[in-house]
């Protein structure tokens, strides 16, 4: 539960972060990036009790401009390209 409530506290500090960023802000290990993701959808049901709310920008691909629903990716299923911006993070 400390990484949920970091990454709160981080994206109140900071808006607009991806799960590598938040992994870097927070000393983690970039394998522990799937943590994290579960720990943004731990951290909506907080916010939301809370009265807020975790917005994500869809990663799109940054050669045809798809956007995506899920938050990872790994390529694009229009033109096959792997150059994935990834989904940002805030809180409203």
Known sequence: MALVEDVISLLEKQE????REICTALNLE????KEVYSALIKASRI???KGKRLVMQPPR???????????????CPRCKSQWIEDARFFID
């Not at 607009?16 to 799960?19: I, K, M, Q, S």
């Not at 970039?30 to 990036?33: I, Q």
């Not at 691909?61 to 390529?75: H, I, M, S, Y």
């Open 16 to 19: 607009g972060l991806t799960a």
């Open 30 to 33: 970039p394998s522990r990036e």
């Open 47 to 49: 916010l939301k009790r």
């Open 61 to 75: 691909c940054r050669k045809c401009g798809v956007e995506f629903d899920r938050p990872n990716p790994t390529k």
